[in-house]
C-alpha cells in the first residue's frame, strides 16, 4: 500500500483544520494523535523524493 500513495499537499486551511482535529482528539483522548494525509499516486510516479527523510523505508 505505501507504495501506491504519497503525502498530500493540502492548502493551509485544511492543514489548520487538521491540527484543529488533533488537538480536540488530545483533549477528550488524553494522548497525542497525529493525522496524516495520503493521496494515490498515479501509476509509475516516482514516491522517493517525499519519503526523503524517513528512515528505514
Same mark, same amino acid.
Given at each position: ?10 492548502? /493551509? ?16 483522548? &488524553? ?12 501509476? &509509475?510516479? /516516482? ?5 526523503? /527523510?524517513?528512515? &528505514?523505508?
Amino acid at each position: 500500500m505505501r507504495n501506491d500513495y504519497a503525502f498530500a499537499s493540502l492548502p /493551509d486551511r485544511a492543514v489548520r483544520e487538521l491540527k484543529q482535529l488533533e488537538s480536540r482528539l488530545y483533549e477528550e483522548l &488524553g494522548e497525542e494523535i497525529t493525522l496524516i494525509a495520503y493521496e494515490k499516486e498515479p501509476p &509509475g510516479a /516516482d514516491s522517493t523524493a517525499c519519503r526523503a /527523510d524517513l528512515k &528505514g523505508e
